[in-house]
């Protein structure tokens, strides 16, 4: 009953300084206190993050899966946008 | 007064320190399965073992300053109701959600003082353990604030109960800075807190938190006492330990 009335909230934790917050779930709550709150108990409690981003789920606008085709599959046949084709000089170091 | 031999005080400020996480930590244990939502659940769960942590970590150093070879199980569960120390305040029943977050709040606002300062004694294992359960209680002082301030403010509802929920639970506050005999005779060497002096501290985390919650502090400070000290309960504390010691006097020395 309480889930319903509560809005969803994407969250983002970040594991280690340095890398990306990277998204792994969602939670009910009603606000955005609530929310990282809940995601800190929800989804850190095994040491997984030192940091946490919470979004109202609404927020985000998403491709639809329909559209799968018109906006990937054209670039599967332009292989040469790959960096592939190029020979790395040396002093360049592993890339 | 003061004759206490120290080993003992120790052991008996140990087991006290370690009876007030025990205690409130079952309590909310006793709201697992029941929150309204899942997140919740967690949230006061995780409070919960923080809280238990702390009385273990305490309990095994009671036994070691004991010196008779008692292990944290014989303190929680094979100990009668007489030998709890626990303040009042810890084992006053759940109620509803309201009840429950003020409860955890009173007790959280004097746990970050409290921690604070044990993390200062000349005993090193209770100031290790007062600057790891510090920074644990910092987040239950936090969450429980939060929810303070989201009741009070929140509904019209939301913010009569909670209102009821703390004038009920008022009078249990005041004997959290009241001083034991084990507490007297360690603040000689700086052992313990002088938990008198946390009182102003208190006063001002708490006023600033209801003030944000629109609600208002009562205004009458007579408080109830007597399990801190003697040891004497309010009624509901039979039933918590009758709960909690269920298995061990069942089956003494049962493990798995």
Redesign the interface.
């Known amino acids: 009953m309480?889930?319903e009335k509560?809005p969803l909230w994407e969250v983002f934790v970040r594991s280690k300084a340095g890398l990306d917050h990277k998204h792994c779930g969602s939670?009910?709550?009603?606000?955005a206190?609530?929310a990282l709150?809940?995601a800190r108990?929800?989804y850190t409690?095994r040491s997984e993050g030192i940091s946490i981003w919470v979004v109202p789920s609404n927020m985000i606008t998403a491709s639809k899966p329909e559209d799968k085709e018109s906006l990937f599959e054209p670039a599967d046949d332009k292989i040469y946008r790959h960096p592939t084709f190029y020979d790395i000089p040396k002093a360049a170091g592993k890339m | 007064m003061n004759n206490l031999l120290k080993k003992d005080a120790l052991a008996q400020y140990a087991a006290q320190i370690g009876d007030n996480g025990l205690i409130i930590g079952h309590r909310m244990s006793e709201w697992c399965f029941r929150c309204p939502a899942i997140e919740m659940e967690m949230a006061l769960m995780n409070c919960a073992l923080d809280l238990i942590g702390q009385a273990r970590a305490l309990y095994s150093y009671a036994g070691t300053a004991d010196g008779q070879g008692k292990t944290e199980d014989d303190y929680a569960y094979l100990r009668d109701e007489p030998d709890f120390r626990n303040a009042l305040l810890t084992e006053a029943p759940n109620g509803d959600w309201g009840d429950t977050i003020v409860r955890l709040f009173f007790m959280s606002a004097y746990n970050k003082l409290f921690f604070t300062a044990l993390a200062e004694s000349t005993d090193s294992q209770l100031a290790a353990i007062g600057a790891k359960s510090l920074k644990e209680v910092t987040y239950h002082l936090r969450f429980s604030s939060e929810w303070m301030i989201r009741l009070g403010d929140g509904t019209e509802e939301s913010h009569r109960r909670v209102q009821k929920s703390v004038d009920q639970l008022w009078p249990y506050t005041g004997e959290l800075f009241t001083m034991t005999e084990a507490e007297e005779t360690l603040l000689k060497d700086g052992v313990s807190v002088d938990v008198r002096l946390l009182k102003p501290e208190w006063d001002q985390i708490v006023n600033d938190i209801l003030a944000q919650a629109t609600l208002s502090r009562p205004q009458n400070d007579w408080a109830q006492s007597g399990s801190k000290a003697k040891g004497i309960h309010s009624e509901e504390f039979g039933y918590i330990i009758t709960d909690m010691q269920f298995l061990q006097r069942r089956y003494p020395g049962c493990e798995w």
């Open positions: 309480t889930e509560w939670v009910h709550a009603s606000d206190e609530m709150e809940f108990d929800v409690r």
